[in-house]
């Protein structure tokens, strides 16, 4: 293959791809005068070259700067100049020749408004894509929820949102301790929203979502070719993303052994290494841990490392749950229904007192999750403005109607529809553990109000708490 030099390609091949070129050429010497225009160019113009070259380049282009940029030697990139009526965007560059600035060569592009539009045309879906997932990244790095959008007013719930308001202008380290559903991820929200790193981003990762070999690469990021597949140029990490903001891993109790010794170093160094890569970056990031499981627990089984829930638990924030804010109940159900009002494009919907009674009864296993979960039910079924104690499902209805002890002692075989009775043993532990939960229920989760409540000493309150997995 035989490979030619500039020039060696003729003359005349060179003014004809100047003259194909999507833009308009035009070079001027150290005094700013036109050496060269293509025909593009003074078709444009309403001239000739003939008539163009040797001319000052200021007769002959309106609005020019060539003669400046020589002056300068500083190039002008997509400048807006106003052309023979049109908008034209000019690109100017000093020309320099073995260190010798020797004149100056302009472009334009746009050679009327139509040409214009057929160009904005192609590109106008692509700027649009990119406009929309630069909005859709800036709002998922930023924090979605304040302490103003955390709603309860019962005592354990407001002692727990004071004490998370508090240390959210502190540096160190959060664990959000509580149920599944009890609002971890909105408490992680307003603490980084009320705390100095507000400005920068917000990160929430879902440790148990994301398969472990994934984990790595998503929290660290990789270079170029660091495994099959993976994307050209690499990609940053979330630890990275999150710099000088938070980041929040969720369901931290589910993360492998391996990770959690790469993590242990991120917290203890305060850098991080991508796949494939050679060199730490350092990172500055706020972490705040969550999980609904017994870490205590887990570090004694050797399921989670002891040095990492130290290191996690310097704040630690138990967010009770639901069956304890017996106060909240009716608080929080108007706000849900607020919430949901809009999802379903209705108004005005109440709930009756006997419904509220109803909610304040259960003892929600599936906490606030559960509670929305269950006005949205009704509303898919609700035939006015205000929800009735029809419109709950089958198991709160019952469970507001049978009689606890009745319930506790007799069971119902699905498949034969006969009672059972229960072993007396299983009777009482039932019915010990209902009693428990309804006292702490009433005095907002006050264990020794509750003790008081029931009649029986701290102590012994506190082991049946222990025993039942009561918190």
Not at 4 to 25: C, H, M
Not at 51 to 63: F, L, S
Request: net charge neutral; aromatic share 6%; with cysteine.
């Amino acid at each position: 293959m035989v490979n030619l030099g500039i020039d060696e390609i003729p003359y005349n091949w060179l003014e004809e791809i100047i003259n194909l070129s999507a833009e308009r050429i035009v070079v001027v010497d150290r005094d700013g005068v036109i050496t060269y225009i293509n025909e593009a160019y003074c078709e444009f113009l309403g001239t000739t070259m003939e008539k163009a070259v040797r001319r000052p380049v200021q007769d002959v282009i309106e609005n020019t700067r060539m003669h400046i940029v020589i002056k300068t030697g500083q190039a002008e990139i997509a400048a807006v100049q106003h052309i023979n009526g049109s908008e034209m965007i000019a690109n100017r560059f000093p020309l320099i020749v073995k260190g010798e600035l020797v004149g100056a060569v302009g472009t334009v592009m746009f050679r009327n408004p139509e040409e214009l539009h057929v160009y904005k045309s192609k590109i106008q879906h692509i700027v649009d894509e990119l406009k929309y997932y630069k909005t859709k990244v800036e709002r998922e790095l930023k924090s979605k929820y304040s302490f103003d959008t955390l709603i309860g007013r019962s005592s354990s719930f407001l002692t727990v949102k004071g004490l998370a308001e508090r240390i959210s202008g502190s540096q160190s380290n959060v664990l959000l301790l509580g149920e599944s559903g009890t609002g971890k991820e909105l408490f992680a929200h307003a603490i980084h929203t009320n705390s100095p790193r507000a400005l920068f981003p917000f990160i929430a990762i879902n440790c148990a979502s994301i398969p472990e070999h994934l984990l790595e690469s998503e929290l660290f990021g990789y270079e170029d070719g660091a495994f099959t597949g993976a994307k050209k140029g690499g990609k940053k990490g979330q630890f990275q993303l999150a710099n000088r903001g938070s980041i929040f891993l969720d369901e931290i109790g589910d993360m492998p052994l391996a990770m959690q010794s790469k993590l242990l170093r991120v917290l203890q160094e305060k850098e991080i290494q991508a796949i494939g890569g050679h060199k730490s970056i350092p990172v500055d990031v706020r972490i705040i841990a969550a999980t609904h499981r017994d870490l205590e627990k887990m570090v004694e089984e050797g399921k989670f490392r002891q040095d990492l829930y130290y290191r996690l638990n310097v704040i630690k924030i138990e967010i009770p749950p639901l069956r304890n804010r017996i106060d909240d109940i009716e608080l929080l159900s108007k706000k849900l229904l607020e919430k949901l009002e809009g999802r379903f494009y209705r108004k005005a919907i109440s709930i009756s007192p006997e419904v509220i009674e109803r909610l304040q009864f259960h003892t929600w296993p599936g906490n606030i999750r559960e509670l929305e979960n269950v006005l949205e039910r009704a509303i898919n079924v609700l035939d006015g403005n205000r929800i009735e104690l029809s419109h709950l499902p089958l198991y709160l209805r019952d469970n507001g109607t049978e009689d606890p002890a009745k319930s506790a002692i007799e069971t119902r075989s699905s498949k034969q529809g006969e009672v059972r009775i229960q072993p007396l043993k299983e009777t009482l532990t039932k019915v010990e553990k209902e009693a428990i939960q309804h006292a702490l229920n009433k005095v907002g989760g006050n264990k020794q109000e509750a003790a008081k409540l029931l009649e029986i000493g701290k102590t012994s309150f506190y082991e049946k708490c222990k025993l039942y997995d009561i918190k």
